[in-house]
């Protein structure tokens, strides 16, 4: 009875208040709101005329009128349950027509003290403040992290579909590449930015299996959220996906295979770029692109410290032609022209100026001005700047040059006395491509005329101006150079969406090469090595006696999600196709059985040269293992709203 009494005291003071705020959630749609609104308005109308017949007659019993209307009252009740405000004129007739159990369920059934209070205090900021606490916070943010994760399920394996991103400007990338399709999204939650984050973590570093990994780890989110149902405290869950990942990252080091190769026996690094290519839209040129790829990093490898550095290899792409036109050039393409159309397009044995300075006159740093009365005064103006690009030109013919590159602009006068004077010249030319052509041909660049000497010349065997097809699209082709530890990857292609999704995936291309020359370790593909990695921590759940093995456990299933996926994607019987190969391995002790996505008929990955690399596949469990539990241990999002 004190309870009750307790209750029907608080209900009162709520309505004394007649605060008529009405907070709107963000997670509601429109019509969501004004039904909402709608239904507050009726119970407004309904309780005001019961209001008015209890002040006609103060003892007018209404119980027998509403009897077995509580089970009504107590689903407006929890419709009502994350609207406070909404429920107050509903309090009036909880006060005189209900039961005391049913003004108890308003309190607990979402009219929640604390809440009704802070909507009373604070009206001008009921709902500033949006929070999420505990268990709920954490549903929500595995909820997220998973919604990520679905989208780039079906792109991932070698029958992966492809997503069209279409940009605020209206530009449309066509991809399956894991970082770029999260890169583009317009992402606001901020455990989605986390998954964002993990993939371009992985491209960055490894720069292949970007999809892969933010699959996993919305499996091993999928998977918490079974356990935090059942009562495992988020803590324990971390410790034993910790557990897990040791145990997983060891697996693989022991199942992994070294092999060898040389400047000459480029086979193996071809095939692992070709399982890369394998899911791209290119993978019909896969054997062509990869074996580019591979030569490009040879070129510029540092095999004796297995080092690449990846800054070297240029790749330029122009529309037109076929995806089978793209070659390797052994030198430095440049998408510009001679300056004047009358200049030479074949340069042999060239030495050229590389320049950073303006061919013009100097101009004063400080303000000047110059009076010119007479024609006489202009007439030596007009000399002394033609003087100026005289000597400008006579220096660099002195020492010997057969072609300038310079980084500015230069006008027309300058141009005709060059062309005059037999020395081609390109303007117009980027910091970064004159960088590389500096390096290709051994050259100094240079930031004064005062300083150009024979020493500071790059030396190139040929220079070529291409033109292509029709237009009058023209490149600058810098071979034959002195030193060839700078490559270009000219990729041709019918549209621009093409050749960028090209540029794309031969860049994980060119990363794998990179990553198996720092280290020659390899795992096989088709999802085995996650197979193999689900059995070996299953199987070593038991030895852990604590609540961590239920966690271990289910680590080992979120390693089925690769397998499970990649026979999605390949139209096969997802779980069918998994045990069959999960079987396989356990009886013939093979931990190369995968999925045969592309139908060859043998499962074993081995034989089908399908591998991936080690510190690749090792890095995909560790991001994903680590994100995870940030993601477990917040148990509050607090974000203020806009004012």
Request: with cysteine; hydrophobic share 40%.
């Amino acid at each position: 009875m004190a309870k009750d009494k307790e209750i029907t005291s608080y209900l009162e003071d709520l309505v004394a208040n007649n605060v008529v705020t009405s907070p709107v959630s963000v997670t509601e749609s429109q019509d969501e709101i004004d039904d909402r609104e709608g239904s507050s308005q009726m119970l407004l109308i309904l309780t005001k005329s019961i209001d008015r017949c209890f002040e006609k007659n103060p003892n007018y019993d209404m119980t027998p009128l509403l009897a077995g209307t509580d089970p009504i009252f107590s689903s407006l009740v929890h419709a009502f349950s994350l609207f406070a405000l909404y429920a107050l004129p509903i309090l009036p007739l909880v006060l005189r027509c209900f039961s005391s159990s049913s003004q108890s369920q308003l309190l607990h059934n979402g009219v929640g003290v604390r809440r009704v209070r802070e909507a009373l205090h604070h009206p001008q900021g009921a709902g500033a403040e949006d929070a999420a606490a505990g268990l709920d916070a954490q549903r929500a943010n595995i909820s997220a992290g998973r919604a990520v994760a679905r989208i780039l399920r079906t792109s991932l394996g070698p029958k992966g579909m492809d997503k069209m991103l279409q940009s605020p400007d209206g530009d449309v990338i066509i991809t399956n590449d894991g970082a770029t399709i999260l890169e583009q999204m317009d992402v606001d939650n901020q455990i989605a930015k986390l998954m964002v984050e993990l993939s371009r973590s992985q491209d960055y570093e490894i720069g292949d299996g970007t999809t892969g990994v933010v699959v996993m780890a919305g499996a091993l989110l999928e998977q918490a959220e079974k356990l935090l149902e059942r009562g495992i405290h988020p803590i324990r869950i971390a410790e034993g996906y910790e557990m897990a990942s040791r145990i997983a990252f060891e697996h693989l080091e022991r199942i992994s295979q070294k092999f060898e190769f040389s400047a000459t026996d480029i086979e193996p690094l071809v095939q692992t770029c070709m399982t890369t290519l394998s899911s791209k839209i290119v993978n019909r040129c896969k054997r062509m692109l990869a074996e580019i790829a591979v030569k490009a990093v040879l070129a510029v490898a540092d095999l004796d410290r297995k080092d690449v550095n990846l800054d070297l290899i240029k790749v330029e792409g122009k529309v037109g032609g076929k995806l089978e036109d793209t070659e390797l050039i052994y030198g430095i393409v440049v998408d510009k022209d001679m300056s004047h159309p009358q200049m030479p397009k074949r340069i042999e044995n060239a030495k050229i100026a590389i320049l950073t300075c303006p061919f013009e006159p100097p101009k004063p740093k400080t303000k000047h001005k110059v009076d010119i009365d007479t024609v006489e005064k202009f007439q030596t103006l007009r000399q002394q700047e033609q003087q100026y690009f005289d000597d400008m030109v006579q220096k660099c013919k002195d020492v010997g040059a057969t072609l300038v590159i310079c980084q500015w602009g230069f006008d027309d006068e300058a141009n005709h006395l060059l062309m005059h004077r037999n020395l081609p010249a390109v303007r117009w030319v980027g910091g970064v491509e004159l960088e590389l052509i500096a390096i290709a041909t051994g050259g100094r660049i240079v930031p004064r005329f005062q300083e150009l000497t024979p020493e500071k010349l790059g030396k190139a065997g040929l220079v070529r101006e291409k033109s292509f097809g029709t237009t009058k699209d023209r490149m600058l082709y810098i071979e034959q150079c002195a030193n060839s530890r700078a490559v270009t990857i000219f990729i041709r292609g019918g549209n621009k969406m093409m050749i960028e999704e090209t540029k794309r995936s031969l860049h994980d291309a060119l990363c794998v090469a990179r990553n198996l020359i720092r280290n020659n370790s390899i795992v096989y593909g088709g999802g085995s090595a996650e197979i193999s990695c689900s059995i070996a921590v299953d199987a070593a759940a038991d030895r852990y006696p604590g609540v961590e093995q239920y966690a271990i456990r289910s680590f080992a299933e979120a390693l089925d999600s690769i397998p499970l996926a990649l026979a999605e994607n390949s139209g096969l019987q997802p779980i069918n196709t998994l045990t069959a190969v999960k079987s396989q391995q356990v009886k013939e002790n093979n931990p190369f059985c995968g999925i045969d996505c592309n139908d060859v008929g043998t499962n074993d990955m081995k034989e089908q040269n399908v591998f991936e690399t080690l510190i690749g596949k090792q890095q995909q469990i560790l991001l994903a293992t680590q994100v995870v539990k940030m993601i477990l241990k917040i148990d509050d999002v607090i974000a203020p709203s806009d004012y």
